[in-house]
């Protein structure tokens, strides 16, 4: 009996060592490499840029992105500019929009983000976000354009602005902020990943622990009814962050400094570039309450802000015919 005992419990406690081990593997999912990607998510509007940008010292460093350039070479260009975990694919529903009201878009997968790679060197900063995007500006030919991002997107939109706006010729025409983030919300880092990179082979390993049901209940908390997270909406959310690179840059991306994002708001202000924030009143991620801090920091009037009902982070997903609408009446009120 005793001998049947010591059995029974060498047996529990195997099981109880080997279950974190099992319950990881069962959470543990592969990288998709970008050419099984592209059989979905590359388009017959889809281009590759390798565009180059200065780190802090001056040195050149490049990047790969991805990119969807769809209407008339004449027609006026709006850049639409994508959140974080999210891709171009976010915006549809709006290039179908735009494209019918005789407007050109460019559209980025931002760095480390849908089919887009990551700068060499291994670190990042919405600078270099703004700068890479300039890049493919500058290699398209595009002079003058109306920037629109949402959430990091806006950020890297706000920044593209006001540092380049009036700089070698190049000029905004509009900025349309969706839900962006603010100077005041500072890096955005994920907590701990300072330590992380200092052990890569362990940031890389856990970075891979994303089951699809995880993932459908952290961006369930994006939209103001979890309804509009159709599986199709979370079939390319899940395909693109398990592009080669792109779950390990969360942990491993080395923050670059970034400049005083207040004076670039300044800079937005003085230059009397025409700005509209949207904004979802059910943001859980970024609190409606920054839309006011905008209209405050860029001197807006009131019609230049629509906050709307029921709607959360990413309202031009969630109800693409409202805000479409909006946006369109104000690129009809720009001289370009």
Same mark, same amino acid.
């Given at each position: ?47 590759? #840029? ?45 290039? %179908? ?74 000029? %905004? ?89 207040? #004076? ?6 003085? #230059?009397?570039?025409?700005?509209? %924030? ?35 982070? %990413? ?22």
């Amino acid at each position: 009996m005793r001998h049947r005992l010591l059995k029974v419990l060498l047996v529990l406690l195997t099981v109880l060592l080997l279950l974190p081990t099992a319950l990881v593997l069962l959470a543990y999912r592969p990288d998709l490499s970008r050419e099984r990607l592209e059989e979905t998510y590359y388009t017959a509007e889809s281009h590759y #840029a390798t565009v180059t940008v200065d780190d802090l010292d001056g040195n050149p460093v490049e990047i790969d992105l991805h990119y969807r350039d769809v209407g008339g070479p004449d027609d006026p260009v709006v850049v639409l500019l994508h959140g974080m975990f999210s891709s171009l694919g976010t915006f549809d529903a709006w290039i %179908v929009e735009l494209l019918a009201s005789g407007y050109r878009v460019v559209a980025v997968d931002l760095p480390n983000h849908g089919l887009s790679g990551g700068f060499s060197d291994g670190a990042g900063s919405r600078r270099r976000s703004a700068a890479a995007v300039k890049g493919i500006l500058d290699l398209l030919g595009v002079e003058t354009c109306v920037l629109a991002g949402n959430s990091m997107g806006g950020g890297v939109a706000w920044e593209l602005a006001g540092a380049h706006h009036g700089v070698d010729g190049f000029a %905004v025409a509009g900025l349309v902020l969706i839900d962006a983030v603010h100077p005041d919300l500072g890096s955005g880092a994920p907590e701990g990943a300072e330590g992380l990179r200092s052990h890569p082979r362990l940031a890389g390993f856990l970075s891979h622990l994303t089951p699809r049901f995880l993932l459908k209940r952290i961006l369930g908390d994006v939209y103001g009814s979890a309804s509009m997270l159709t599986e199709g909406i979370l079939d390319r959310y899940y395909d693109l962050l398990r592009k080669d690179g792109n779950r390990e840059a969360v942990l491993l991306t080395h923050p670059e400094e970034e400049p005083d994002g207040s #004076a670039r708001l300044d800079a937005i202000r003085d #230059a009397g570039i025409p700005v509209l %924030v949207l904004w979802g009143e059910e943001d859980s991620w970024i609190d409606a309450a920054f839309a006011e801090a905008f209209a405050t920091s860029l001197d807006l009037a009131a019609d230049r802000v629509i906050v709307y009902p029921g709607l959360g982070h %990413v309202p031009m997903e969630e109800d693409p015919a409202a805000t479409a609408a909006d946006l369109l009446t104000f690129l009809g009120e720009l001289p370009f």
